[in-house]
């Protein structure tokens, strides 16, 4: 069984995580930091930012797959898909910009949190119907 639709949000997904990895490292590189932080706030925030991402897409991914699996509709899976990439790249760009709160921080926290319960709550829905 094939998953197209999880498949390129996996990718673009990745993408994502792949960049904010690279200023990561491009920052401990700039700072000659080789592990961790070494005390700089600048390098604190981008590392959280790309932990933060490492924290929440899997899951989400997760859950996308599983509904995609087990038949759910194409558009409401796009639907998740592109909310959840806005809401990552909304978090990335706030949190980026600023450690504390901001419009890009807090709606894409609220989105990806909301693309976790609503896609929980689907697979729940469609697998009480099965039982």
Known sequence: MSAPVTALYTAL?????????????????GHHVGLGSGDNDALRLVI???ANAIEYIPISLLLLLVL???????WLLHVFG???VVARL????????SAGTSFGRFS???????VIMALAAVNIVRFAALV
């Open 108 to 114: 894409g926290t609220a989105l990806t949190w909301l």
């Open 68 to 74: 995609e699996l087990n038949g759910g509709p194409r």
């Open 13 to 29: 997904l990745g993408l994502l995580i792949v960049l904010l990895a690279i200023r990561v490292t491009m920052l401990r590189r």
């Open 82 to 84: 592109i909310t959840l």
């Open 48 to 50: 959280r930012v790309h």
């Open 90 to 97: 909304l978090h990335a760009w706030g949190l980026s910009h």
